[in-house]
């Protein structure tokens, strides 16, 4: 789990699980440090989803939803049936965040990119996810003999099944690598021709320069634009 910089005040979060098997909810306070004044102006986050036991999807989605289902199931018999609701124990309440998701986004990774899509909680990005909406139930047979069966399936709060289907972005970003292009030392600026006028403020504090936040991070392609999304959001919020 990592961390994106931003401005001294303000900042911008890009969260990201070490591996599959460790996205668990009760880790992402720490993480976060939502305790520390510092963190209480945070911009935004950016999640990238990757595979997770139920268990965690659910408990992290709780963090950002208030209120409603998760997700639920459906399956041929009665018992099959079941739900997943938010507890109201919202930790980052307010605070824009987007989700970034691939083909390899499966399973418990999409319960939790549907359930903040549906929730209009976070602003999903990628491409189209793997599509693994079933729930499995091993039977045991003999002391050493057991068969898996497909028993139910799983789908988001507003009912869309993600078996086969998957979850489809609300902004759709190829991963790519983003090679810089190279600038043109013989093009010149305002600033540039002799006897130019100087701007009245000129002799003030410049604000940070646009091109270091526009820094493409670590040559993540979809990371940068969701980094950008994030910044403009900040931005316009701040508009007077």
């Known amino acids: 789990m990592g961390t994106g910089g931003a401005s001294s005040n303000r900042r911008l979060e890009y969260l990201v699980p070490v591996d599959g098997r460790s996205l668990f909810a009760d880790r992402l306070d720490e993480g976060l440090e939502l305790g520390r004044p510092e963190r209480a102006h945070a911009r935004g986050v950016v999640g990238r989803q990757q595979d997770a036991v139920l268990q965690a999807a ?3 989605s709780d963090l950002f939803i208030k209120e409603g289902i998760i997700v639920y199931t459906e399956g041929r018999l009665e018992n099959a049936a079941a739900t997943f609701r938010a507890t109201e124990s919202v930790v980052i ?4 965040i987007i989700v970034l998701v691939n083909e390899g986004s499966a399973s418990a990774s999409e319960i939790v990119a ?7 909680r976070a602003l999903v990005m990628g491409t189209r996810t793997f599509g693994k909406g079933s729930v499995q139930t091993i039977l045991q047979l003999t002391s050493d003999k057991a068969i898996k069966l497909t028993t139910a399936l799983y789908f988001t709060p507003n009912g869309r099944s993600i078996q086969a289907e998957g979850i489809i972005p609300d902004l759709w970003v190829d991963r790519s690598t983003v090679t810089k292009t190279k600038s043109n030392p013989f093009r010149l600026q305002e600033r540039d021709l002799p006897g130019h ?3 009245p403020n000129s002799d003030t504090e410049q604000p940070e320069s646009a091109q270091a936040q526009a820094e493409v991070v670590g040559n993540d392609y979809q990371l940068n634009q969701a980094l950008t999304i994030l910044k403009g959001l900040h931005i316009l919020a701040e508009a007077p």
Do not use: E, R, T, Y
Request: aromatic letters at 0%; a negative charge; charged letters at 10%.
């Open 58 to 60: 659910v408990a992290l």
């Open 93 to 96: 309440d307010g605070v824009p």
């Open 114 to 120: 549907g359930a903040l899509q549906d929730h209009q």
């Open 197 to 199: 006028l100087n701007a």
